[in-house]
């Protein structure tokens, strides 16, 4: 799938869309989800042109992905959701409903969150 250059999260890193900051360095950028599935929903995604985790892994220069792994760590530190837990979700491909090509994580928390999946 190619990169749409126009996607949400790419408009956001170009600050075309503003968004709800929780941390920035020069891999990542964090922010609270809009549409919040949890009492705390935070998203993080890397400043790159990234799809999928298959075409970052396979794509991103090492200090991009140390780099974005450290910045979605840092992001659970700032949000203090350490001590009771969090969930990450990464969504890729339509069957597991990704919404926008743009790799992005989710971190869930700040309740009880059950299951991962239905059966």
């Known amino acids: 799938m190619a990169y749409d250059q126009n996607n949400i999260f790419a408009m956001i890193l170009r600050g075309?869309?503003?968004?709800?900051?929780?941390?920035?360095?020069?891999?990542?950028?964090?922010?609270?989800?809009?549409?919040?599935?949890?009492?705390?929903?935070?998203?993080?995604?890397?400043?790159?042109?990234?799809?999928?985790?298959?075409?970052?892994?396979?794509?991103?220069?090492?200090?991009?992905?140390?780099?974005?792994?450290?910045?979605?760590?840092?992001?659970?530190?700032?949000l203090g959701l350490e001590e009771d837990g969090y969930r990450l979700i990464v969504n890729t491909g339509s069957n597991a409903h990704q919404e926008v090509p743009h790799l992005h994580f989710h971190i869930l928390s700040g309740k009880r969150l059950g299951p991962m999946l239905c059966r």
Not at 21 to 49: C, M, R, T, W
């Open 16 to 78: 075309d869309i503003p968004c709800e900051k929780i941390y920035e360095d020069e891999y990542a950028l964090s922010f609270n989800d809009i549409n919040a599935q949890a009492p705390v929903h935070a998203l993080v995604i890397p400043k790159g042109e990234y799809v999928s985790m298959a075409d970052f892994t396979l794509s991103a220069p090492e200090e991009m992905l140390s780099g974005f792994f450290r910045a979605v760590g840092e992001t659970a530190r700032q």
